[in-house]
C-alpha cells in the first residue's frame, strides 16, 4: 500500500514531524500505538485461535478448559491434512478449475472488450446491455436453473460442470474495456494504413498496453476462481470432486477428535491466497478499489 | 463483489453508448468491423445465454410448472399463480426477514469499524505499515476459511466463546448475530483496504485549513473527511449488502440454517441443502432473490447518478 506520510484529520496541524522532517515517536503517539495494537489483537485473534485449534490434539484441549496455548501439540496434523484430508487433491483440483476459468475468461473478455472499445456495429448498445444484464444474474440467482441444466448435460461431478458456467465475465468485459479506452484511437488508425488488421493490433498494441489493468483483472479472477463455494458445493456430490473450499465442509460433520485436522486444513487453504497477495499486493488494491476511487 | 465495480463502469457507459466512434470508415471496412466484432462478442454471449439468461427463462418456467413426481414425466403448466403463492408464502418472508437482518448486522457494523481502523491506521508513525498489514489480513481468508476460523469461535460444543449469550449458536435470538460476525470480520481486511485508499486521496490542505478556520477534529472529520470519501463508502455499502444476499458458506458451517429456521437466508432456502423444497418453490424464491438483486442495482445507478450532478 502507498501510504504517503498525510496528516490525519485528528492530527493538529504543525506537529514536530513536519519541522524536523523526520519521523520520530513522540509521547502523543504512545497513545496511538496502543490504539493499534489493540486493535490488530482483536483481528488477530479469530486466527490465532484457529492456528491454536490446528495445532493442540482436541480432546486434551477441551479437557484442559480451552487455555490461551496450544495443548498436546501435534505437529504432525498438516501432514494429516493432505494425507487423511485429502487435501492435495482438493487443492489440485481447485488449481485446475482456477487456471481454466481464468484463462478462458481472459480471452473472452479481451474479445469482447475490444469489439465495445474499438469497433462500431450495428446493435453495439443491445449488446452491451446483454452484457450488464448478467450483473443481475449472480450465480446464486441462477443457481438452481444452471444445476438442472448441468445435471441434465451429465456434466455433476466433472470439470466441465465446474468451469463452463463461469467462462464469461461482465466485470472483466467491463474493466479491460476501461483499460482499452485509454489505448489513443490513432494508433489504430495508423496500424489499419500499414495494413494490419485487427487481431494483430489487440495483441501486438492494445494487450500490451493495458497490462497493468489485465494483471488486476486476472489477480481478482484467480481469487474469485480459488474462492469459489456455492456452485462447486452443489455441482458436485462425490468427495473426489471436491474443490478445496468445499471440503473444508466436512470439519464440521467429521469427529470431534480429529477436529484439528480440519482447522489445519483451513490454514493451508488459506496460504496460496496469502502468498498471491503478498506478491501481487498492488494489483490487488487496484482492482478491489477500481470501482471506489475512480477518477 | 468482483461485481461491483462494473456496476459502476456500467453507469457511466449507459451515458456514452459507442463512444470513441469516428465516422470516416470505409462502407467494406465498416461491413468487416462489424462482422469481427460479432465473432469478438459471439463466445461472451453465448455463454452468457446459455449460463445467465436461460437460466433466468427456466427459473419462470418452473415457478410457473407443476414438476412431476416421476423425472420421465411431463412437468404442467399451472401458471402465475404457483409464483404468486411461492412469494407470498412464509417461506419467502422469513428467508427475505433473515436476510435483511444479516444485512442490519453486516453493513452498518462493517463500514463503522472500516472507518475506525482506516482512521485509526491513516497517520504517520514508526512501524504504520505492519498495523496497516494487519488490518488487511483477512482478505487473504475466503468465506470457507473464516468459516472454520468463527467455527472455532462459536461452535456451541467446542468454541472459544460457546457460553457467551450473545454469541450462542444455540438460541434463534443470537445466532445470526455470530453467523454475520464472520461476514463482518472477513470483509474487514477490503474495508479498510478501501477507505484507507480513500482517506489518503483526501489533500492535506482542506484539512489543515479547516484546522486554522478553527473547525473541531469532529467536526472536521464529518464535514469535510466523509463527504470526500463517501463515494467510497457508497462502493462498500453496495459490495457489503450483495455479500449479505449472497451469504451462505458461513450458514452451512456454522448453523445449518437453525436453530429452528433462525438462520435460513433467502439464498439459504433456494439453496436447501437439505432437500425439503420442491423445484418450483425454489425457482420461485430465485426469481425473488434475483428482484432484490435488481432493486439494490436500481439504487446503487440512482446514487451514482445523482453523484455525478451534483458531487464533486
Known amino acids: 500500500m502507498a501510504t504517503e506520510p498525510t496528516a490525519s484529520p485528528t492530527e493538529t496541524a504543525g506537529s514536530p514531524v513536519e519541522a524536523t522532517g523526520r519521523r520520530r515517536i513522540r509521547p502523543a503517539d504512545i497513545g496511538w500505538y496502543l490504539v493499534l495494537t489493540a486493535l490488530s489483537l482483536i483481528i488477530l485473534f479469530p486466527i490465532y485461535m484457529l492456528i491454536l485449534r490446528a495445532l493442540s490434539n482436541p480432546l486434551e484441549y477441551v479437557k484442559q478448559g480451552q487455555p490461551l496455548h496450544p495443548v498436546d501439540i501435534e505437529w504432525d496434523v498438516f501432514v494429516k491434512a493432505f494425507t487423511e484430508a485429502d487435501l492435495g487433491r482438493a487443492m489440485t483440483l481447485s488449481l485446475l478449475v482456477t487456471v481454466i476459468i481464468v484463462a478462458v475468461q481472459l480471452i473472452t473478455s479481451v474479445l469482447a472488450a475490444y469489439a465495445f472499445a474499438f469497433l462500431d456495429f450495428p446493435g453495439k448498445t443491445a449488446m452491451f446491455v446483454v452484457v450488464i444484464g448478467t450483473l443481475l444474474l449472480p450465480i446464486e440467482v441462477t443457481l438452481i436453473a444452471n444445476l438442472e441444466t448441468v445435471r441434465n448435460l451429465g456434466w455433476l461431478n466433472s470439470l466441465q460442470g465446474l468451469t463452463i458456467p463461469f467462462l464469461a465475465t461482465a466485470f472483466g468485459i467491463f474493466l479491460i474495456r476501461q483499460g482499452f479506452a485509454g489505448v489513443p484511437r490513432d494508433l489504430l488508425d495508423a496500424s489499419q494504413l500499414d495494413g494490419y488488421g485487427h487481431l494483430r493490433f489487440l495483441f501486438r498494441v492494445a494487450v500490451p498496453m493495458t497490462k497493468p489493468i489485465i494483471g488486476s483483472f486476472v489477480v481478482i479472477a484467480v481469487l474469485g476462481a480459488w474462492n469459489q463455494y456455492v456452485w462447486p458445493r452443489f455441482a458436485t456430490d462425490q468427495r473426489t470432486w471436491q474443490t478445496v473450499q468445499v471440503a473444508l465442509r466436512s470439519i464440521g460433520s467429521d469427529r470431534v477428535d480429529r477436529l484439528n485436522i480440519g482447522f489445519a486444513a483451513a490454514i493451508l487453504a488459506a496460504l496460496p491466497r496469502l502468498a498471491l497477495l503478498l506478491f501481487v499486493q498492488r494489483q490487488m488494491i487496484r482492482g478491489l478499489t477500481a470501482g471506489a476511487v475512480k477518477g | ?312
Do not use: C
Open chain 2, 1 to 312: 463483489m468482483s461485481d461491483l465495480p462494473t456496476a459502476e463502469a456500467a453507469a457511466e457507459d449507459l451515458a456514452l453508448p459507442g463512444a470513441g466512434a469516428q465516422p470516416r470508415r470505409t462502407g467494406g471496412r465498416r461491413a468487416r468491423d462489424a462482422v469481427m466484432a460479432y465473432a469478438f462478442l459471439a463466445p461472451a454471449v453465448l455463454l452468457f445465454a446459455a449460463f445467465a439468461y436461460y437460466p433466468l427463462y427456466r427459473l419462470f418456467w418452473y415457478a410457473t410448472h407443476r414438476q412431476p413426481r416421476f423425472r420421465n414425466k411431463e412437468a404442467t403448466w399451472v401458471g402465475f399463480g404457483q409464483l404468486w403463492d411461492t412469494l407470498t408464502s412464509n417461506d419467502f418472508t422469513s428467508g427475505l426477514l433473515h436476510s435483511f437482518q444479516f444485512m442490519v448486522y453486516t453493513v452498518p457494523l462493517g463500514l463503522g469499524l472500516g472507518v475506525l481502523l482506516a482512521v485509526a491506521a491513516h497517520r504517520r508513525l514508526k512501524g504504520i505499515k505492519i498495523f496497516q498489514t494487519v488490518f488487511s489480513s483477512t482478505v487473504a481468508t475466503s468465506v470457507a476459511v473464516a468459516s472454520v476460523v468463527f467455527f472455532t469461535l462459536v461452535n456451541p460444543e467446542v468454541g472459544y466463546f460457546k457460553d457467551v449469550p450473545w454469541l450462542s449458536l444455540n438460541n434463534p435470538r443470537s445466532a445470526m448475530f455470530a453467523v454475520a460476525l464472520t461476514t463482518v470480520w472477513q470483509n474487514l481486511g477490503l474495508t479498510f483496504i478501501v477507505i484507507l485508499a480513500a482517506l489518503q486521496a483526501v489533500p492535506d490542505e482542506l484539512t489543515e485549513a479547516a484546522t486554522l478556520d478553527g473547525f473541531s477534529a469532529t467536526r472536521r472529520f464529518f464535514r469535510i473527511t466523509v463527504p470526500l470519501i463517501s463515494p467510497a463508502l457508497l462502493f462498500l455499502a453496495v459490495v457489503l449488502v450483495i455479500s449479505a444476499l449472497q451469504a451462505y458458506a458461513q450458514i452451512e458451517f456454522l448453523t445449518g440454517g437453525g436453530p429452528g429456521d433462525s438462520t435460513e437466508t433467502l439464498l439459504y432456502k433456494i439453496a436447501d441443502p437439505k432437500g425439503t423444497r420442491s423445484l418450483d418453490v425454489r425457482s420461485g424464491l430465485s426469481i425473488g432473490l434475483f428482484a432484490l438483486t435488481a432493486v439494490v442495482a436500481a439504487v446503487q445507478y440512482s446514487l451514482l447518478s445523482k453523484r455525478v450532478h451534483y458531487g464533486d
